[in-house]
């Protein structure tokens, strides 16, 4: 399989990555350089294997259900680019 | 005092105990070194103050007798760490200035041990890459070259800086990660000793995160027995990462001499490439026979689908990265670009953030997980990753306590030599390591000669699941075997 280019652009905006017009051949020429290399995977015969869901044969922890953290709005917007009364600010989204 | 940083951890950690030295002196002897060493670019952010205060504080302990294991140690830590109050930015422009409020679990315990941190190191740009190329704060060089030439050689990826800062001398170990490699791959190339550990062996709470069913964290340092040093405080149950084990920590030092008598050891035949270099091949028989020597037992073993995981992992290891990598957003840390929209917003600041590599590998990660590619490429690459691991396990099921394998299909290359025209030929420097991380097993990379060129070149043996001691074991009688390899200083 390999992609075109409104594929691409497609992808890219899948991926909330802005392309140019102007890179789109080169990056259509890597994923499809990166598509041909994986596609001898289908000569693997894969009839009745189970998919790995999990690398170590163990059951999830689970936590109890309570709250063990917060307090900390401080820490929490302190990296954040914009910010007003520890909300994050962000382009208006509704009218 | 330049000899104060060419010592092993546990020669060191000797001459703390019987007062020899101070903490503050062997850091300032390494804050020293790493100054004159800043054109290898293996540290991005050198903390000084902090690793003086840090010597200052368990000089004090260690005069009250209560240091504890790794007390006085100074170490270098690769920038995908979280670090308290220091910056951390996987070596990511969309990361920017993050000051992480939080302490990774692995750094912690670390700190716990009584080492102290010299600085962050450099990777490749979310520990995506095999060359330490793709970092935005540049490449890092090795500190090994050619016989007789001028030419800066990569250290390895993603684990470039660790791997170059503890070749160079710059501080008595590292932390690493490897999700395909980038621990084991980096150590071949500057003949270090790198350990992968078992998937769930170490937390990752606070590690920047890749491919979260991949990615473990491990050591790097200059002998088997201080990797296993290492591995002891950084190993450990924490609740807070799910996919820990809470399995007690052995102490990996005491494996380090014990009998191998009567061990197996699988030589695996797929791992024979055509066109593999005859100095390679020298290298692996040569290690067989020194484990043979030392009383194991050898016997070829088949894991026939060992060609598929390369692949398979380039379906896997890009589809969790485009789901971790969805968080920078340029709204909550890091970079922020501005749109019109908040979508806009999102598309400029990733497209400005993201460097070529990992822009490359979001998008194919995107693809394989979209709608319609799912089963043909996502689910398969599962189903090829439990036949990977099974081959394994019927491996060990015979009585194989650890296979040997090359570390790397070469010795290391020149900056820019590789993947320019096609990502695929710098992939490929994975080949030997990504089987091991696809199946969620143990392993180490040990220095076991040079090639033609005078470059260093690494065995890699593979061990069962949380059986790290075995490897110890093994990995110090190659290295006895061996010997040990210092870069002429250069720099």
């Known amino acids: 399989m390999s992609v075109d280019a409104a594929t691409v652009r497609r992808i890219a905006h899948l991926a909330r990555i802005a392309v140019t017009d102007a890179e789109v051949p080169h990056l259509q020429g890597e994923l499809n350089a990166m598509l041909a290399f994986v596609e001898q995977l289908s000569e693997v015969n894969i009839d009745g294997v189970e998919p790995m869901t999990s690398v170590t044969p163990m059951e999830m922890k689970k936590r109890a259900d309570v709250v063990n953290d917060g307090e900390i709005p401080d820490d929490i917007v302190g990296n954040a680019p914009e910010t007003q009364n520890h909300f994050f600010l962000v382009p208006k989204v509704v009218e | 005092m330049t000899d104060l940083t060419s010592m092993t951890i546990a020669e060191a950690r000797a001459g703390l105990a019987n007062k020899s030295f101070t903490s503050l002196e062997l850091t300032d002897a390494h804050l020293a ?54 910056r951390t930015t996987a070596c990511s422009k969309i990361l920017g200035n993050f ?67 503890v070749a160079a001398l710059l501080c008595m ?66 609740p807070k990462d799910t996919t820990s084990v809470d399995i007690g920590v052995p102490d990996y030092e005491a494996a380090i001499g014990k009998s191998v008598k009567g061990m197996k050891i699988g030589i695996p035949k797929e791992y024979r490439l055509d066109g593999m270099p005859a100095e390679i091949e020298k290298l692996w028989t040569e290690g067989a026979a020194w484990l043979k020597a030392a009383g194991a037992e050898l016997v070829e073993v088949s894991l026939p689908h060992t060609k598929y995981a390369l692949p398979a992992y380039y379906i896997v290891a890009p589809a ?32 400005e953030g993201f460097g070529d590599e990992v822009r490359r590998r979001v998008m194919i990660g995107t693809y394989v997980l979209s709608a319609g590619y799912y089963d043909a490429y996502y689910l398969r690459a599962q189903k090829v990753r439990t036949l990977i691991k099974k081959d394994f396990e019927d491996c060990f099921a015979k009585g194989v306590n650890a296979i040997l394998t090359p570390a790397t299909p070469s010795a290391a290359f020149g900056v820019g030599e590789k993947g320019g025209a096609d990502p695929v030929e710098m992939y490929l420097n994975d080949i030997f390591t990504v089987t091991v991380n696809m ?26 699941p949380f059986d790290e001691e075995t490897l110890f074991s093994l990995g110090e009688i190659l290295e006895q075997a061996a010997g040990r390899f210092t870069p002429p200083r250069w720099w």
Not at chain 2, 53 to 61: E, F, H, L, P
Not at chain 2, 220 to 233: C, F
Not at chain 2, 322 to 349: F, H, K, M, Q, W
Not at chain 2, 443 to 462: E, M, N, S, T, Y
């Open chain 2, 439 to 464: 199946a969620g097993l143990p392993g180490i990379a040990v220095p076991a000669g040079k090639d033609a060129q005078g470059l260093p070149l690494g065995l890699q043996l593979i061990g069962r």
């Open chain 2, 173 to 238: 170990g590292a932390t690493a990660t490897d999700t395909g490699g980038s621990i084991r791959q980096p150590a071949a190339f500057t003949a270090t000793v790198g350990v992968k550990p078992t998937y769930g062996r170490c937390s990752r709470w606070g590690i920047v995160a890749f491919a979260s069913s991949l990615d473990q964290a491990g050591p790097i340092a200059r002998s088997v027995r201080d990797s296993a040093i290492l591995m002891r405080s950084m190993a450990g149950h924490d």
């Open chain 2, 33 to 86: 070194a790493m100054e004159a060493a800043r054109s290898l670019n293996a540290f991005v952010l050198e903390t000084p103050d902090k690793a003086r205060a840090m010597a200052r504080a368990v000089d004090a302990k260690i005069a009250k007798g209560e240091g504890g294991p790794l007390a006085g140690i100074p170490l270098g830590i690769k920038d995908l760490f979280a670090t308290k109050d220091v």
């Open chain 2, 99 to 165: 000051i992480p409020p939080y302490e990774s679990t692995v750094t912690s315990q670390l700190w716990r041990d009584g080492a102290v941190m010299l600085g962050k190191l450099n990777n490749d740009e979310f520990a995506m890459g095999s060359s330490n190329e793709t970092s935005c704060f540049g490449p890092v060089a090795n500190p090994w070259r050619r016989e007789g030439s001028n030419t800066t050689l990569v250290p390895g990826g993603s684990s470039g800086g660790s791997a170059s800062a």
């Open chain 2, 320 to 351: 969790e990265a485009s789901s971790n990598l969805a968080r920078y957003d340029g709204v909550r840390y890091g970079l922020r670009v501005p749109g019109r929209s908040i979508g806009e917003l999102y598309e400029n600041t990733r497209a």
